[in-house]
């Protein structure tokens, strides 16, 4: 039976190349987040069931149990809360991801280079390498995000980047010919060569570019849930569990609706709607307002629990300006241009840096 091997390494020429080697043994890799303690990372590879561990120092085998022949990999979810659980992807699931992105973005292995620069323990990373080494695409893989280091590259020949939008905001992104930008809170104002994102570990990567889904993907939308059909989804997760409902859709969580073009929006998870005084408010639009103020770096928006409204919004702000005074009227002022009362903020906080999770994404069961 093949095996499990986790590759607890930095992302880099090492990593590519051990990915590499672990698919032509007919194996499944698990890539370990480097930014973990030395326990934790133990931890999870024990809870990933991994047979051999390859690291820097040495390679060595362990007691785990096996992947199904046609595996790929297994790569840990990035929640915000509770335990990551493993994903479970197959060689069809990783290169119909591989063929859709290309396809979509246009690439010509002659002329692109793709440039990974996000932590290849999570999808947005590692999906770069796998669809670089499946359509033979040039790559370059840094061990961690630097804003200049990125540039360089764009300077120097890389023409395709996947960034989230904290490290968007930190370079040129006019220096690549696409960039893809994935998260929660995307701007709607972009610019022409960025492509706004919507997928998860479970579909591979992006599945949604810029409102429409990708050849062969399908959405639907049942009680306000977005469900995906797709090439590329998981098998099942690393305990066996699997996700689907009847005829293959897979419950992404999100909410989400069709606009009057077609495209679809995405509000954010279900479980973090506000409902204050009876109306339901999306943490999403009023961070993506918030967003869209010149003093505003990052904002993370929840709702704190209010005798009178049930739940009120709560905001937390990361000033651009750490000199700059921001107060919650001056704010709610700003938002109340596009967005409606109710869903203003009735408190502000305003913190040095928000709390995230190792993938980068806001945890916010530290903000209630």
């Known amino acids: 039976m093949p095996k499990l091997v986790a590759l607890d390494i930095p992302g880099g020429d090492l990593f590519v190349s051990s990915l590499q080697r672990i698919w032509d043994e007919g194996d499944a890799a698990f890539p370990v987040d480097q930014r973990l303690p030395f326990a934790e990372r133990r931890r999870l590879i024990e809870r990933m069931g991994a047979s051999k561990v390859i690291a820097p120092d040495s390679d060595h085998d362990r007691k785990g149990y096996p992947v199904e022949n046609g595996d790929a990999l297994v790569v840990a979810t990035s929640g915000t809360g509770g335990s990551p659980k493993g994903v479970v992807l197959t060689h069809d699931a990783v290169a119909a991801s591989a063929k859709m992105t290309s396809d979509s973005l246009l690439i010509d292995p002659a002329r692109d280079r793709w440039l990974c620069c996000i932590p290849v323990s999570h999808i947005g990373g ?3 390498v796998t669809r670089a080494l499946l359509t033979g695409t040039e790559v370059e893989v840094h061990s961690k995000f630097s804003s200049s280091a990125c540039e360089k590259s764009g300077r120097s020949g890389s023409t395709l980047v996947s960034l989230v939008v904290t490290a968007m905001r930190r370079i040129d992104v006019l220096l690549f010919r696409k960039v893809l930008v994935g998260g929660s809170s995307i701007p709607i104002d972009l610019p022409p060569n ?4 919507y997928g998860m570990t479970e579909t591979a990567s992006g599945v949604v ?20 059909k797709s090439p590329s989804l998981l098998r099942c997760y690393r305990n066996g569990v699997s996700p689907f409902t009847d005829g293959g859709w897979f419950p992404t969580g999100d909410g989400g609706e069709f606009d009057k073009d077609g495209k679809l929006k995405v509000f954010g998870r279900i479980e973090q709607v506000i409902v204050s005084g009876g109306e339901m408010i999306w943490p999403a639009s009023v961070e993506r307002a ?18 009178e409204w049930g739940e009120v919004v709560t905001a937390f702000v990361v000033p651009a300006d750490k000199e700059t005074a921001i107060s919650l009227e001056q704010t ?6 596009v967005l409606p009362r ?16 190792s993938s980068g994404k806001v945890a916010k069961k530290r903000l209630i």
């Not at 960025?194 to 994102?197: K, L, R, S």
């Not at 709610?332 to 241009?337: T, V």
């Open 209 to 228: 570019y810029d409102g429409i889904p990708l050849e062969g993907v399908e959405i639907k939308i049942i009680d306000g849930q977005i469900l995906i």
């Open 342 to 357: 109710f869903a203003l903020p009735r408190a502000l906080h305003i913190v040095s840096a928000l709390p995230k999770t």
């Open 194 to 197: 960025v492509v706004a994102t």
């Open 290 to 307: 918030l967003s869209g103020l010149s003093w505003v770096n990052e904002a993370a928006v929840v709702g704190n629990p209010d005798e």
């Open 126 to 128: 590692l999906s770069v």
């Open 332 to 337: 709610r002022e700003a938002l109340s241009e």
